[in-house]
């Protein structure tokens, strides 16, 4: 073992030595450097067969500067899966709302069945991940998802995000990370905002259906540090009979100084969202000549929302290793006025409810890494500390035209959580790494609710190992293994519940507080063709229990166990320094796992995905897109008897930029007009005049017909 006090002259002795942890900026790294010790040559090679941020330049406020994680080249990509995208190539594409631009992700889908002010829907791996659940996404170190939420667990509203800030979106699939924990078994997309702009940027944009943004934002030198500033308006009413009448406000104020291995970053972000929506609608209605394909059956739903934080970044970098440290204090709410089933429940008054969730996040990020010496094999270990409290005042409600009729059910929620974990990366040869990594989870909170008896504590811990390796490179190619166990949480609520909150008198059972998942994954990248990346990742998924979405209770609720087996290809190709084509595509096959006469299908999980594009540009002049994304068909019920439609949607921007710094830009979205839908669920609903049971039907969210924007953007 090496002492600390030898860390420095250890890392700079000869062959077989891994990289130090302490990594200087690019500006302080010599320009000629004396042939490397092996190990590191070998870890230069292997960090050539990465996929790389693309040659192209900016041609939104995307910038490639900032505060991306850094780290020896050899520990990242672990699995075949893994990969770091620039905030320069999320840019490049057209998308019609922010969330949408996380499909800059390989294999995901990103839909939206409500108003614009609501989380999106994923969809990733084969799973309908409502609005979040196993898809943890994180923005500058914060959480998004919200467990215990009012509409659904793991709810992940990334409507605040700017994506001009974007710095880099770096992806990891699979329970395979021991810094993961809840919400991150089928993935986790963490968001890293920039530290500075290298011009200031303003933007207005104007398009179809009432679409209108402006932006500006810029940095500036103060004191020893830079203060980055943004602030976004945009107002939307869409193609719907009813507008949507969405008016969102997001701002940014951040202060940084120094690098991401040693510096800090104090940032503070305020959002606000009113919107009305028009929400999936049954078919028959369409099809019966009730409503057209962009009509309501219940004009007054929709909601507003808002989110304020404070965070911090903190890290340093000495002889001891590296350390970080991130702290974040979020405040958000929620008030969603929805109505699926129409009058089904309430012949007179309609079946319009209202979710409410207010709630304060306190949370402490850690972590520690550093470089040892055992038994003349070279290691690096990480070890952390992650811990999150949330503070929540949850409730749902029967509502009319907006206006409180009853309360279902109001809690007082606390919950708490505290992970901690450890892995070790060992370089064996030069051509063999392995990772072995351990966490252990601690989930905690009491329940105050207006039924008494629904009132209670729970908790539970999971320990999660997991374990890796990567084979090469050889030509240019590397081969990947890994496999462990995860976890996601159910809403505390039904942790602690007895009794139906309605009648107070039915019984309820109650669900396990935390879910066990297990993974594994091989897979394969190569750049043995210059300039030509490509990867293949195939993998396997089991929950012990599965959380699906209610469409007529507009929550999600633990449900049966599950597998999921498939298969995600994903390629690159510079064809030349201004010209970039791309293509993935994911195969899943998602079954329940044990036996039930209804069937062993998994309703609203995809089993093919894809989308590919042609993008081209420079520093100036003429630059533009193309794209493609594939959706496809999806069982709705357990027997595959009733199918969703496939949607395949174009959009594609073309511009020009200036040498002064001007930029005209123009995007056509669902450029071929596809008349298809963004969302199908199939379940029980009920018109006026229709039999009081009600009538199983598809409700549908149709995608927005084509639209076209104009954008004009300076820089200076």
């Known amino acids: 073992m090496v002492s600390p006090a030898n860390a420095q002259s250890v890392a700079a002795a000869g062959a077989d030595r891994l990289p130090a942890v302490t990594i200087d900026p690019p500006e302080a790294r010599p320009r000629n450097r004396a042939k490397l010790p092996r190990a590191q040559q070998a870890a230069r090679n292997s960090s050539a067969i990465q996929p790389s941020a693309p040659v192209l330049l900016p041609v939104t406020g995307g910038v490639t500067s900032g505060s991306a994680t850094a780290g020896p080249a050899y520990l990242q990509p672990t699995a075949a899966s893994a990969t770091t995208i620039s905030g320069t190539e999320l840019n490049a594409r057209p998308f019609s709302r922010a969330g949408e631009a996380l499909e800059v992700v390989p294999g995901l889908i990103v839909t939206q069945h409500s108003g614009e002010g609501k989380a999106n829907q994923y969809f990733l791996r084969g799973f309908n991940l409502d609005h979040g659940t196993d898809l943890a996404i994180s923005v500058d170190g914060m959480p998004v998802n ?23 979106v770096n992806v990891r699939k ?23 702009l290298p011009n200031n940027i303003t933007e207005l944009t104007f398009g179809s259906f009432g679409h209108r943004r402006a932006l500006a934002a810029g940095s500036t030198a103060v004191g020893a540090g830079t203060l980055l500033s943004a602030f976004e308006g945009v107002a939307y009413n869409g193609p719907w009979d009813v507008p949507d009448h969405m008016r969102k406000l997001n701002g940014v104020l951040r202060y940084s100084q120094g690098t991401a291995t040693d510096g800090f970053t ?3 972000m305020a959002y606000s969202n009113g919107w009305t929506s028009t929400d999936q609608v049954a078919q028959r209605a369409i099809d019966q000549g009730v409503i057209g394909r962009f009509g309501t059956l219940d004009p007054t ?9 404070l965070s911090s970044n903190w890290a340093q970098s000495s002889a001891y290793g590296q350390s970080k440290v991130n702290a974040y204090v979020i405040n958000s709410s929620l008030r969603l006025y929805n109505n699926f089933t129409y009058f089904l429940d309430d012949p007179v008054n309609g079946d319009q409810f209202s979710q409410m969730d207010r709630r304060t996040v306190y949370g402490l990020n850690a972590s520690h890494a550093f470089d040892v010496r055992v038994g003349g094999i070279e290691t690096q270990t990480r070890i952390g500390l992650q811990t999150r409290s949330d503070d929540i005042r949850v409730g749902l409600f029967k509502t009319l035209q907006r206006e409180t ?21 060992a370089r064996w040869t030069d051509w063999l790494r392995t990772t072995v990594g351990i966490r252990e989870d601690y989930f905690a909170g009491r329940v105050l609710s207006d039924t008494p008896q629904n009132s209670g504590n729970a908790q539970a811990s999971m320990a999660s190992p997991k374990a890796g390796f990567v084979l090469g490179p050889w030509y240019r190619t590397e081969f990947y293994g890994n496999a462990g166990y995860g976890l996601h949480s159910n809403d505390i609520r039904g942790a602690t519940i007895t009794v139906d909150p309605i009648d107070k008198v039915t019984p309820q059972d109650r669900v396990p507080l935390l879910v066990r998942s297990k993974g594994s994954e091989i897979g394969i990248r190569s750049k043995a063709i210059e300039g030509f990346s490509s990867s293949l990742a195939v993998f396997v998924l089991n929950f012990d229990s599965e959380l699906l979405f209610v469409g007529d209770a507009g929550t999600t609720e633990p449900s049966r166990p599950s597998r999921r087996v498939g ?14 084509l791309d293509f993935d595509v994911a195969y899943t096959r998602a079954r329940f796992t044990d036996v039930d006469p209804a069937g062993n299908f998994i309703p609203g999980a995809p089993a093919w995905v894809g989308s590919g594009g042609v993008t081209f540009g420079g ?8 794209r493609g994304r594939y959706f496809g068909p999806r069982p709705l019920i357990e027997d595959d008897s009733i199918r969703s439609q496939s949607a395949l949607i174009f959009n594609a921007r073309a511009g020009y930029k200036f040498d002064n710094g001007l930029r005209l830009q123009l995007d056509v979205l669902n450029l071929f007009n596809a008349k298809t839908n963004q969302i199908e669920y199939y379940y029980l609903s009920r018109l006026p005049g229709e039999p009081m049971g009600g009538i199983a039907d598809r409700h549908v969210h149709p995608a927005e017909p084509l639209a076209v924007r104009l954008t004009v953007a300076g820089r200076f």
């Not at 667990?153 to 995000?161: M, S, V």
């Not at 995600?568 to 970039?580: A, D, K």
């Not at 100036?620 to 193309?626: S, V």
Request: no cysteine; hydrophobic share 40%; charged share 15%.
């Open 174 to 196: 699979g329970p395979y990370f021991a810094d993961q924990g809840d919400f991150a078994s089928a993935g986790a997309v963490a968001i890293d905002y920039v530290n500075r």
């Open 405 to 425: 009729l009853s309360t279902v059910r109001e809690d007082s929620v606390r919950e708490g959580n505290v992970g901690l974990w450890a892995d070790t990366t």
């Open 146 to 168: 919200m467990p215990s939420h009012g509409h659904g667990q793991g709810y992940a509203d990334i409507n605040f995000l700017i994506p001009e800030l974007v710095q880099s």
């Open 301 to 309: 739903d929709g909601g507003v929302s808002s989110r304020f934080s």
């Open 266 to 268: 104090l940032s503070a």
């Open 567 to 580: 298969v995600e290809w994903t390629n690159q190709y510079q064809i030349l320094p201004w010209m970039r």
């Open 619 to 626: 520093e100036a002049g003429w630059f533009g897109t193309l």
